[in-house]
């Protein structure tokens, strides 16, 4: 079992749309949580990070965490065409190694 | 302007030749560390460095040699290069293990044939 799971997608969401994208992890030590986007043929760049269950938001963007659940998530609200990237989920572990997931390819529609 | 640069950002080699491929990061950074990318796997970190003359392994670690004699420069060196090492190369680097927005470089598209 990976250590952080992500669905490969495509996830396809119309422009305006709400695009929920989900993330598991199996440490339970695991204390720093991330996202990041990124475009074809780019490098990763941070969108959000969060450290506390509960949610924080940022802009459109919106990570929520529930580390009883052992899930993290990033609601992308008034989706744009901009926003058609791959979104890593990544968790610095215990042994502070940063985990990523294999990404969620999301496309939104016009 | 704050970045990490990586050189060169697109290499074919051949099995066995020794290569190196470098990063400078200009932003004082503690913490650096190579991963891999490859289709269906996501980003696997390969090594990281804490501070000058620290280095651990990360989850891909074979294969692949890291040195740390500056603290701006994270070179990934490998000996002896296989066609399963053929994959996108992201260098990385952050303040200090507990700041963890983490700056990637451009990469370097790896090809060993």
């Known amino acids: 079992q990976k250590e952080v799971e992500q669905n490969s997608g495509p996830l396809s969401v119309p422009e305006g749309a709400i695009a929920s994208l989900n993330c598991t992890y199996s440490d339970r030590g695991s204390q720093s949580f991330f996202w990041y986007r990124q475009y074809s043929g780019k490098s990763p760049e941070l969108i959000m990070s969060i450290y506390s269950n509960g949610d924080k938001e940022d802009g459109r963007f919106t990570a929520q965490l529930n580390k009883a659940s052992q899930y993290v998530s990033l609601l992308i609200r008034d989706s744009q065409p901009s926003d058609s990237a791959t979104y890593l989920c990544a968790v610095k572990t215990a042994g502070n190694m940063l985990t990523f997931g294999g990404g969620t390819r999301l496309m939104v529609k016009p | 302007e704050a970045q990490v640069t990586q050189n060169p950002r697109y290499l074919i080699t051949v099995t066995g030749k020794k290569l190196t491929v470098t990063c400078s990061q200009n932003m004082n950074h503690e913490y650096m560390s190579w991963y891999r990318q490859d289709p269906g796997l996501g980003l696997r970190q390969i090594y990281y460095s804490m501070n000058v003359e620290v280095t651990d392994k990360g989850d891909v670690p074979e294969g692949y040699k890291v040195s740390r004699k500056e603290k701006r420069n994270f070179p990934l060196i490998l000996e002896s290069p296989s066609p399963n090492q053929t994959s996108l190369y992201f260098c990385?680097?952050?303040?200090?293990?507990?700041?963890?927005?983490?700056?990637f470089g451009p990469g370097t598209r790896l090809t060993v044939l």
């Open positions: 990385a680097s952050s303040s200090s293990q507990g700041t963890d927005t983490q700056y």
